[in-house]
C-alpha cells in the first residue's frame, strides 16, 4: 500500500510503501538509516542486515543521496525521530539513481545555492518556506474571495507606467515598446467601478537596479480596488486582511516556522489595531533619541559579535591545523568556519553602514521619502505592523490623493511590517477629480494621451476609491523571519540573477 509521511500516524502496525528520495544516510555496520522525504514530510527508514534484507542490504548502505527510491516497511511510532515515525525496511526499489548530488549537507555558498536552484528546494529549509508561500497565497485568494471582491485579471503588457518611469522593464511589442506591468492598480481602478470590489494578483516586474534583501525584479503582488472608500476604510480592510494572513499562518505552519526558528511569539502578538502614524509624526520619531539609541545599541552588540567571531575563527583555524585531527572533525571544523565568516561578513557589512543609517535617520528631513534604513527603524520601534500615513506628495505617485486641508501631503499610507521588516503594503485613495488628476500627470511628466482612458474614469461618475497592493514575497519572508527575500520565491529574479 502507497502512502504519504504526511499519514503515517494512520497507519502505525501496518506495512507501507513510501515513494521518496533519500534525503540522506548513515550507516552503522549492520544498519542503514536511511531518510527519506517525498514531499510531504521525512522519515527515517531503518535498514538492519538479516537474511531478508540481504538481497538490498549493501545497496541501501551505497544508495546516493537524491536517489529516488519506494521503500516498504512495518510503520513504528517514535517520538524521537523526525516526524514522529520509524519505517523498518522490507523492501527497496531504486527507481532512479543519483550520484554526486551537488547541494550536500555541508553549508555552501549562496552562489552556488542559486545557480542549483532547480535542485535547492529539495533541501529541508526551501520546502518550509515554499509551503508556507502556498498558503500565504491561498489565503490571499480566500480572503478575497469571501469577503465580497471580485477577481479581476489585469495585462502584464503595459502601454504606460503605472508606478515610476525609471523602473519600467520595455518590450519589443510588434515593433512598439511596451513595458511588463509594474502594477494592476490602474486597471482594477477601472474595474471597481463596475464589480465595486476587485482585486488582482499576478506577478509584476520593477527594473530594480539595486540588489538589496528586499528588492526582485519580479515579484507577486495582490491589489484590491474599492469603490466608495476613502483612506480610512481602505486602511481597514488591509488591516483585517494582513491579520488574516498572520493567524492562517500560525494555524497552519507552527512546525515549518519552528524549523526555520522563527519567533512565533511575535507573531502571535499581531493583534489588531495595528499602530498608525503620520509622515510627520514618523519623521519625528526618526530624529528622536528612540532611533538613536536603537542604532547605538545595535553598533554595541554587532561589535561584541564580531569580537566573539574573530575569537571562534582563529581558535577553529588552529584546530584544524593540528595535527592528528581525524577528517571527520576536520569537516567539521570546515563547515563551521565558512558559516562565522559568511555571520562575520554580513555583520561588518552592518555595521560600516550603522553610521550613515544614524545619519540619515538623524538628519531625515520633511518631503524626503523614507529610505530602507529609515523603515527599519520604524519597525523594529513597533511590534505590531505600523500605518505611516501621509506623505509628501511630491515623492509619492501621480495618482494620489491630495489631502483636502493640506494640499503638501497626499492620502496614502504604506504598511511597514515589525522587526525591521520594513514596508509590505503601499496604498491609498486615489485622485478622483478630473482637473487634480490632469495636473498630477503633467506635472510628473506623463503624456494624457498614455492615460486618456484612465482619466475617463473622473468623467463618468467619478467617486471615491482606492486600494492598496500587498508584496508576497515580502510578506512571506517577514511571516518566516528570513533575512532575504530571495527565499520566498520558487526562482527568485533579481539583478543579475536570471538562471535557471
Ligand atoms: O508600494 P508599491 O510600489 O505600490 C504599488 O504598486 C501600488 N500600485 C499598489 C496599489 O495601491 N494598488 O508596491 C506595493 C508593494 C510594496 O509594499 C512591496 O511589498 C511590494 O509591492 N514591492 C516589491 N516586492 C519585491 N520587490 C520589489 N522590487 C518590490 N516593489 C514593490
Ligand atoms: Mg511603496
Known sequence: ?????????KHVGDTVTLRGWLYNRRDSGKIAFLVIRDGTGLCQCVVAKSPETESFFEQS??????????????????????????IDVSGLEVVGESTDFPITPKPHGIDFLFKNRHLHFRSRRQWHILRVRASVID???????????????????APAAGEGAQTLFEVDYFGEPVYMAQTGQLYVETACMAFGKVYCFGPTFRAEKSKTRRHLTEFWMVEPEIAYAELDDVIAVAEDFVHAIVQRVLKDHREDLEFLGRDIASLEAIQKPFYRLTYSEAA???????????????LETKNAR?????????EKDKQSEAQGVKQWQKDKLVAELAEHREELGDLEEEVKNIPHHMDLAANFQWGKDLGGSDETIISRLHDRPTFVTHYPRDVKAFYMKKNEQDDRICNNFDLLAPQGYGEIIGGSQREDSYDELMAQINRHELDPADYAWYLDLRKYGSVPHGGFGLGVERTIAWMCGLKHIRETIPFPRMMGRFYP
Open 139 to 157: 489565503e490571499i485568494r480566500s480572503y478575497f474571495n469571501r469577503n465580497g471582491f471580485t477577481l479581476i485579471d489585469t495585462p502584464i503588457f
Open 61 to 86: 548502505r551505497r544508495l546516493g543521496q537524491e536517489s529516488a527510491v519506494k521503500v516498504t516497511g512495518l510503520v513504528r511510532a517514535n517520538e524521537k525521530q523526525i516526524g514522529g515515525h520509524e
Open 1 to 9: 500500500m502507497y502512502c504519504h509521511i504526511k499519514d503515517l500516524s
Open 306 to 314: 564580531i569580537d566573539e567571531l574573530k575569537k571562534a575563527i582563529e
Open 284 to 298: 519625528d520619531l526618526l530624529h528622536s533619541s528612540k532611533a538613536k539609541d536603537l542604532l547605538q545599541n545595535d
